[in-house]
């Protein structure tokens, strides 16, 4: 491939503008012409411009081999109209420039258009810092919190003091308000631009990205409002594409099983079809890309080399887009990926094929700049390539991003100790917070025997105590406990009486066979006993 390729920053578009014209001007062969009975020295007519440029611009990284002869053609105009070339009678400004063998040389200069000054570093639109813990309202704690005895069972004491004690210094515990959705907006807002500008390898997104323009809303809606298939679901259905353009879209993407039975079927239906998806696309008022971030989807380009990070701050920077916008834009790579892959899909056009059409036909719909840019077709064109080739990741939202995020916002959002000494100790007008004290080992010991004992007598006091249970289960837990703890159940029942005095005796009943028997042995009539008589 010819050509250096321009990486990611500022005015990317005209450093490669100015690139251009250098390789163009330097390369394209000159020779003699005859015309009207005239030689013109240097010179070359408008079929040789073409066909150089259009090898030019295929061998070169920037643009590829995408670029088609038309497109040549396009960008000729604009060197004509831009006094890069002039006709042999020095006539330049306008773009009547055809593929024919009218003659065309070079100025003694071609003017390079000249880079913007860069905004003073004091003047720069720094990315907004991400919030951090200690940045968050603190919840105002009472001045003395009264100490409640831990009750512990010996099980869950052993684990949790399971680690030796060591010198451990003064401490107090921070509690916060709960995270609001503007702290939310915010995080992501500036975790979304860090990660761009770090996968960009950038210093600063100035001169690319105005992070003002930006809405944290559309961020976090194009995150979490999404179907099962990732499509944006919008809230205000009037936003959305119109019925019939959804379902020329259907139809097409699913052809021939997505057309409806009661449409008229003819010979060039699908062709009428796209026509109306394409025209309601180009009469849009403004590219899914929307103006404001073209320079940076145009920085992107310079990542191509390395396919996948690229791929990856599309994903980032389609976060930026309208919800709108990103639904018609997901919607249509779908539609276009279906319609290139769908082989009983009849050609869209007799000279082209439907891959090339589609990218001809949708790339200024995707990407365009509000002022006329000499390149932005090629470009488009460009970009649009590279997100067919990976329509089913470029529209996904990037899961380190998201993994990224969901971490800080868990961290912020749990109770945290500080030590003294600590970074927030410095803080002014801190609240007052509830410090830990110190005790010794002598003292820590007292109070886990006492704690454990305390917490044992409590659960047997709860079993003696306990109305719902019953007489047989009472017992039964009772030896249980009996058999664990001797000492403490000895304590609480010293005697048979005092044990006889919580689980009562039943009164014994009679079995009911037996109650039966008693009742029906006065009632027998009397039997005849057998008499020995002879």
């Known amino acids: 491939m010819d050509g250096n390729m321009i990486g990611p920053g500022p005015y990317r578009a005209t450093k490669l503008w100015n690139e251009t014209v250098k390789l163009f001007r330097g390369g394209m062969p000159l020779r003699r012409h005859w015309a009207h009975f005239r030689c013109y020295d240097n010179s070359f007519t408008g079929s040789e411009g073409i066909d150089y440029l259009h090898e030019l611009l295929k061998r070169n990284q920037n643009f590829g081999p995408e670029v088609t002869r038309y497109q040549s053609l396009q960008l000729l105009r604009k060197f004509l109209k831009n006094h890069v070339i002039e006709d042999v009678k020095g006539r330049f400004g306008n773009e009547d420039f055809d593929d024919n063998g009218r003659l065309y040389r070079f100025p003694p200069q071609s003017p390079l258009k000249p880079l913007p000054q860069r905004v003073p570093i004091s003047q720069r639109h720094f990315i907004p810092s991400i919030p951090r813990w200690d940045d968050c309202e603190v919840t ?19 684990k949790r003091h399971s680690i030796a004690i060591g010198e451990v210094p003064e401490c107090k515990l921070i509690r916060r308000k709960e995270i609001t959705p503007k702290h939310v907006d915010q995080i992501w807002t500036s975790m979304t631009l860090a ?138 790579m779908r539609l276009m990926a279906k319609a290139c892959h769908n082989h009983a899909l009849p050609p869209l056009n007799d000279a082209i094929g439907t891959r090339t059409l589609m990218v001809q036909t949708f790339s200024r719909c995707i990407l365009c700049s509000a002022d006329e840019v000499d390149l932005d077709e090629l470009l488009a064109t460009k970009l649009v390539n590279v997100m067919l080739d990976n329509h089913e990741n470029v529209l996904k939202v990037p899961a380190e991003l998201h993994r990224s995020v969901e971490e800080h916002l868990s961290h912020l959002r749990r109770a945290q100790i500080k030590y003294a000494g600590a970074d927030t100790d410095s803080a002014v007008d801190s609240p007052p ?62 005697t048979p009486e005092s044990e006889a005095a919580v689980l009562p005796e039943r009164p014994q009943r009679l079995k009911p066979q037996l109650m039966f028997l008693t009742l029906k042995k006065p009632l027998q009539p009397f039997q005849r006993s057998w008499s020995f008589r002879a």
């Open 433 to 494: 917070h509830t410090y830990c004290r110190q005790i010794s080992r002598e003292e820590f010991e007292e109070q886990r025997v006492t704690a454990s004992q305390r917490a044992v007598v409590e659960l047997l006091e709860g079993i003696i105590q306990d109305k719902l249970m019953s007489l047989k289960d009472k017992k039964k837990k009772l030896k249980q406990f009996q058999r664990s703890y001797p000492d403490i159940y000895c304590k609480r029942f010293p």
């Open 195 to 332: 990660h761009l500008q770090s996968v960009l390898g950038l210093q600063s997104l100035d001169g690319v990205l105005d992070a003002k323009l930006l809405s944290p809303k559309h961020i976090v809606h194009n995150v979490f409002r999404v179907n099962k298939q990732g499509i944006v679901i919008l809230k205000n259905k009037s936003e959305d594409l119109p019925h019939w353009v959804l379902s020329a879209m259907k139809c097409l993407a699913n052809w021939p099983n997505g057309s409806d039975s009661k449409q008229p079927m003819y010979p060039g239906f699908e062709r009428d079809v796209f026509r109306t998806v394409a025209e309601h696309f180009q009469r849009l008022k403004e590219p899914l890309l929307t103006f404001h971030l073209y320079e940076i989807f145009v920085s992107i380009l310079g990542l191509l080399p390395r396919e996948q990070i690229a791929v990856e701050a599309l994903q980032v920077c389609c976060l930026f887009l309208p919800p709108a916008n990103r639904r018609k834009l997901q919607l249509l």
């Open 140 to 158: 105002q704690g009472p001045e003395k919190i009264p100490m409640k005895p831990l009750v512990l069972n010996s099980e869950s004491w052993n």
